[in-house]
């Protein structure tokens, strides 16, 4: 991925990519295993915070795939999944598209470093994030 454009036959309504998922987990090294072992995924990047630890895992280092989340005071979601994200061209404009056709807005727009980020709900409530940042690492990418 990185600076390529997203070609697609709306891009400022329409999605480009599929993200990542994030997952809530109780302990992160077993599930890293699990992914790993089991699926084949590859860890992309980690990060240790100091009320979670998060690890995003992908096929061959592909930016796409799973968001693992292990919060130290893990409450459980009413979803067994938190939120589905996928990468969009122009979260703005998609997010006033959303809003159009009458469904709920989470959270408008806004920058987080070096994306756009929105949160929308589907009709069963599932949160869906939607961004624009395409310079995500990946593994094997250069340093």
């Known amino acids: 991925m ?3 454009s997203l070609d697609c036959a709306h891009p400022a309504t329409s999605v480009a990519a599929f993200d990542h998922i994030r997952l809530d987990v109780a302990d992160i090294d077993i599930a890293e295993r699990f992914y790993a072992d089991a699926l084949g995924l ?3 990047v980690r990060y240790e915070l100091a009320d979670r630890v998060i690890l995003q895992m992908a096929p061959d280092g592909r930016p796409a795939g799973v968001e693992l989340w292990q919060e130290r005071d893990l409450v459980p979601a009413p979803h067994p999944t938190h ?3 996928f990468r969009v ?3 703005p404009a998609l997010v006033e598209h959303i809003r159009a056709l009458g469904y709920r807005v989470v959270t408008e727009p ?3 470093e070096q994306e756009t980020v ?3 709900a589907d009709p069963d409530r599932h949160t869906i994030e939607l961004n624009d940042f395409l310079g995500r690492p990946t593994v ?3 340093a």
Do not use: K
């Open 2 to 4: 990185g600076s390529e």
């Open 42 to 44: 590859s860890s992309v």
């Open 83 to 85: 939120h589905v994200a």
């Open 89 to 91: 061209a122009d979260v």
């Open 110 to 112: 806004h920058r987080i």
């Open 118 to 120: 929105a949160f929308v």
């Open 140 to 142: 094997g990418a250069p």
